[in-house]
């Protein structure tokens, strides 16, 4: 069983930045892509917007993220980043990591972080 603690997020003015922090458990960290995913609203389906490889070579950013995120991650400590920069309203959300693998994330999910960016 793989857990999954987000933090890293908040309550921020539109045009500032943050950085997500991923932490996972067990001994498969560094053997996996990790997905970043987000939920707009309760109900609503998560929806990936952000992965990186094993080894960090293989990187996709949802249109909405390109030209202004970062992904990072350290395998030794099994923590993954997401850096926004230039939040928008529009990027107000639960974000969620989870390992990204063909059939989709498969562990559970974790509490996620809230991140609300005001106009």
């Known amino acids: 069983q793989v857990q999954f603690v987000e933090s890293g997020g908040g309550l921020v003015q539109a045009g500032q930045s943050l950085t997500l922090s991923c932490a996972a458990s067990?001994?498969?960290?560094?053997?996996?892509?990790i997905g970043w995913y987000r939920q707009e609203a309760p109900g609503k389906q998560r929806e990936l917007v952000a992965?990186?490889?094993?080894?960090?070579?293989?990187?996709y950013y949802a249109d909405f993220l390109k030209g202004r995120s970062f992904l990072s991650r350290d395998n030794a400590k099994n923590r993954a980043y997401l850096r926004i920069d230039t939040l928008k309203p529009e990027d107000t959300a639960v974000y969620y990591c989870?390992?990204?693998?063909?059939?989709?994330?498969?562990?559970?999910w974790g509490q996620g972080t809230q991140v609300t960016v005001s106009s």
């Open positions: 989870n390992f990204k693998t063909s059939d989709g994330p498969r562990w559970p």
């Open positions: 992965s990186m490889s094993s080894g960090g070579y293989y990187m």
């Open positions: 067990g001994s498969t960290f560094s053997l996996n892509t």
